[in-house]
C-alpha cells in the first residue's frame, strides 16, 4: 500500500532550470524526511521536517511541509547536474517506528 | 559513506532456496530497519529492531524473518524463495527508534532469483 504519491513521477530539466517535487497522502504524518538516492546506492537523508507549516532550506533547496502534516514539498532553484537523482519523501507513522516512503521522482539535470 | 555495511552485494540464487543477507549499523546506533526495493512497489519497509527488540513491522512475508544480535547486528533472512522476491534489500540504522532520528542506509544487496 503506498500512502504517498509524489508527482511528478519523472522529470527531465536543463541546468539551470527551477523545479518543484510534490508528496501528497490522505494521512497525517507525525514528521516527514526527504531522501536522495543514486543508482546502486542506498537513500542519503536531505532533511527532517516535524512541525506542520515547517519550512527549511539547504543552499538550493527548500522544503515544506504541510499545515496539516499530509503533504510536503521540494523545490530545488537554478538545478544543478549534480542534483540528478531518485528524490524520495518518506512520512512517519503515529508511533514513530514505522516509515512509509513515497512513490519516488526521479529527476535528470541536462547539462 | 553511511557507516552502515551490508554483505553481500550481490546474491544470485534459485527459486526454493534461503538466503541471509547481513547488516552492520553504524557505530553507536541501536536501531536497524530493513526495505525492499523492487521497481513495481518501490522503497517497502519490511522490520524495525531497536537493541535487539522487534520494535515495528511492515510488509514483512511469513517467509521472511529477521533478528538483532547483541552485538547489534542484524540478520534478514529469506526463504523458498521466488521470482517476485528479487529486489535490492537495504538496512537502515538510527541512534534512536523514534521518528525524529535520521536514518542512513547501507549500500544494499542486489538479490536475485533466477
Known amino acids: 500500500t503506498q500512502l504517498l504519491e509524489q508527482s511528478p513521477q519523472f522529470l527531465s530539466i536543463q541546468e539551470g532550470e527551477n523545479l518543484t517535487v510534490y508528496c501528497n497522502s490522505s494521512?497525517?504524518?507525525?514528521?516527514l524526511q526527504w531522501y536522495r538516492q543514486e543508482p546502486g546506492e542506498g537513500p542519503v537523508l536531505l532533511v527532517t521536517?516535524?512541525?506542520?507549516?515547517e519550512v527549511k532550506k539547504l543552499k538550493r533547496l527548500t522544503f515544506q511541509f504541510g499545515d496539516a502534516r499530509k503533504d510536503s514539498s521540494l523545490h530545488i532553484t537554478a538545478a544543478q547536474p549534480g542534483d540528478t537523482g531518485l528524490y524520495l519523501c518518506a512520512g512517519a507513522g503515529n508511533t514513530g517506528n514505522q516509515f512509509y516512503f513515497g512513490t519516488g521522482t526521479s529527476l535528470t539535470v541536462i547539462p | 559513506d553511511s557507516g552502515v555495511t551490508q554483505t553481500p552485494k550481490h546474491l544470485i540464487t534459485a527459486t526454493g532456496q534461503r538466503v541471509t543477507l547481513r547488516c552492520s549499523p553504524r557505530s553507536g546506533d541501536l536501531s536497524v530497519y530493513w526495505y525492499q526495493q523492487s521497481l513495481d512497489q518501490g522503497l517497502q519497509f519490511l522490520i524495525q529492531y531497536y537493541n535487539g527488540e522487534e520494535r515495528a513491522k511492515g510488509n514483512i512475508l511469513e517467509r521472511f524473518s529477521a533478528q538483532q544480535f547483541p552485538d547489534l547486528h542484524s540478520e534478514l533472512n529469506l526463504s523458498s524463495l521466488e521470482l517476485g522476491d528479487s529486489a535490492l534489500y537495504f538496512c537502515?540504522?538510527?541512534?534512536?527508534?523514534?521518528?525524529?532520528?535520521?536514518?542512513?542506509f547501507g549500500p544494499g544487496t542486489r538479490l536475485t532469483v533466477l
Open positions: 494521512s497525517v504524518f507525525s514528521s
Open positions: 521536517v516535524v512541525t506542520g507549516g
Open positions: 537502515a540504522s538510527s541512534a534512536l527508534g523514534s521518528s525524529y532520528n535520521e536514518q542512513f
